[in-house]
């Protein structure tokens, strides 16, 4: 909040008393002092010299990117900031030097219709042995169909994500560790919903726009950025719609469930322990804050809904009163707008074929990326015989669907949960303490080869966890979306180097 209130004071922090200029890598490369640093970031430059003493990973983390191209170690830490906002009034200027553009960009004939060019393709899915996508389009008299071929035999609805927005269409395909993405400002209006169909045993994606007329379309439209492009998923960017608020409800003392609406015009279903980023502008500047969806109960017949355009997105959210983002959301009317972005995260619920004992360790709201991956294994696992869920809170206030949790134990007996507690009450008949080898020596016994541990929740919890003796060297360790718990759960640790200056600042910490 300080640093949002300088950038609101009108001073100038570029040094260039509002110009833009252009950069040369010359011109960057003088710049790399703790008294003078700029830095790029996706080909912008910033002057970071005022941000030096507000960022909360210290001077010596920014100034590994003095005078230099930071975006890869900008990705490295924290791809998720909205930067653009954050550093807005440092702008300096573009770099001079912009990448070119393939040289069939623009050729109509060749971009919206048509194989990708080989020398996009030949150092990504080739060495894996995959074909490269490509794709395709009819119409009838009221309709449009894409048909996009990926060639690979993995690919499902949550692989697809689709969006209308104004005349800009936007789809873009997750295979493996790429994005395929066909982007185009469409040449005539659609209506707002569409249909998504997937063939999984060929890899074959139709997407059915409706004409808002029946006229012949002689060509799907102009293309836009990154359009018939096949790209490292990192490197896409994060893509935002607005949903719509439709509902908050009360789960503990300080836990709602939030839901969600999808717009008409989008097409996203987040794939199980995956998370999203939630975007709000406070104060005149954007922040974002990850979470993982949940399912809206556990006790629903257990099952995620059948609809193939399921429009509601629910998360489990602690509010901090005085945190910086979860107020906001609090405040947000039923009707108002929160923008989510599309999926992020490296976990694969593939790797649960053939299991047969699964084990949640969960502390806080590192329990929501739990909630999905439990409704999954109980529901689609055949193989499965028992999951055991320990779960660590500081009261017995804290715990998130404690009821719910205990009629699923009683209602499916291959499920158990155990509450541990760090600061119970004399009632307190459970268990209580903080995460140790003591207490998951019984937790943990299996009873086959073919198990996982996953573990989730705020970084000293999980950091701690991994180091016990009964997890460590196995294999069946996975930490669920890292990043999936709210950053202000991480608050535990305080950078000294913010800690300093802050205390030049003259705060109280």
């Known amino acids: 909040m300080d640093w949002i209130r300088l950038t609101k004071s009108g001073k100038d922090l570029t040094g260039l008393k509002g110009r833009l200029i252009e950069v040369t890598e010359e011109e960057l490369k003088k710049h790399n002092t703790k008294d003078d640093c700029w830095i790029c970031i996706r080909g912008f430059v910033y002057n970071v010299t005022p941000y030096m003493e507000y960022h909360p990973g210290g001077e010596d983390e920014l100034m590994r990117a003095a005078g230099s191209d930071g975006t890869d170690l900008f990705d490295q830490v ?19 030097v912009k990448p070119a553009l393939p040289k069939d960009y623009h050729e109509e004939k060749k971009v919206l219709n048509g194989m990708l060019p080989k020398s996009q393709v030949a150092d990504t899915l080739a060495k894996e042995g995959c074909s490269s996508p490509s794709y395709d389009w009819f119409q009838t008299d009221s309709s449009v169909t894409i048909v996009i071929y990926t060639k690979q035999k993995d690919i499902n609805l949550d692989s697809v994500i689709v969006d209308h927005q104004d005349d800009s269409f936007r789809a873009e395909i997750l295979i493996k560790d790429y994005s395929y993405i066909i982007h185009v400002e469409l040449s005539h209006e659609i209506e707002e919903d569409f249909s998504v169909r997937v063939v999984e045993n060929v890899g074959k994606i139709e997407i059915v726009l409706k004409k808002k007329e029946n006229a012949s379309w002689k060509r799907l439209g102009h293309p836009l950025e990154n359009h018939n492009s096949l790209i490292l998923k990192k490197d896409t960017g994060l893509y935002y719609r607005k949903c719509r608020l439709i509902s908050k409800e009360g789960v503990t003392h300080d836990t709602k469930l939030f839901c969600l609406m999808l717009p008409p015009s989008t097409h996203l279903q987040v794939p199980v322990g995956q998370h999203v980023y939630l975007k709000l502008t406070i104060t005149g500047t954007e922040i974002v804050k990850p979470y993982t969806p949940v399912s809206d109960s556990l006790l629903s017949e257990f099952k995620e809904p059948v609809l193939l355009n399921n429009k509601y997105i629910y998360f489990l959210i602690k509010i901090y009163p005085a945190g910086l983002f979860t107020p906001e959301l609090d405040q947000l009317q039923i009707g108002d707008f929160v923008s989510v972005s599309n999926p992020e995260g490296s976990f694969k619920i593939s790797q649960f074929q053939e299991l ?21 294994a109980l529901t689609n696992i055949p193989s499965l015989r028992k999951v055991k869920l320990m779960f660590f809170n500081k009261t017995e206030d804290d715990i998130i669907w404690r009821s719910q949790l205990e009629k699923l134990a009683f209602k499916d007996k291959r499920f158990d949960v155990e509450f541990v507690l760090s600061a119970p009450t004399s009632e307190w008949n459970g268990k209580w303490g903080h995460i140790s080898p003591a207490l998951l020596s019984e937790f943990l016994k299996r009873s086959s080869d073919k198990s996982k541990v996953l573990i989730c929740g705020p970084t000293p919890f999980t950091e701690q966890g991994i180091r016990i003796p009964q997890l460590i ?7 669920v979306s890292p990043t999936s718990v709210p950053h202000e759960l991480m608050g535990v640790y305080v950078d000294p180097q913010w800690l300093l200056a802050s205390k030049k600042r003259g705060n109280q910490v």
């Open 78 to 96: 924290h791809r998720w900031v909205n930067y653009e906002s954050m550093l807005k009034e440092c702008l300096v200027g573009r770099m001079a």
């Open 356 to 376: 047969e004992d699964l084990f949640l360790l969960a502390a806080g709201t590192g329990f929501t990326p739990m909630v999905k991956i439990l409704n999954y």
């Open 473 to 479: 060297n196995e294999e069946r360790v996975t930490g």
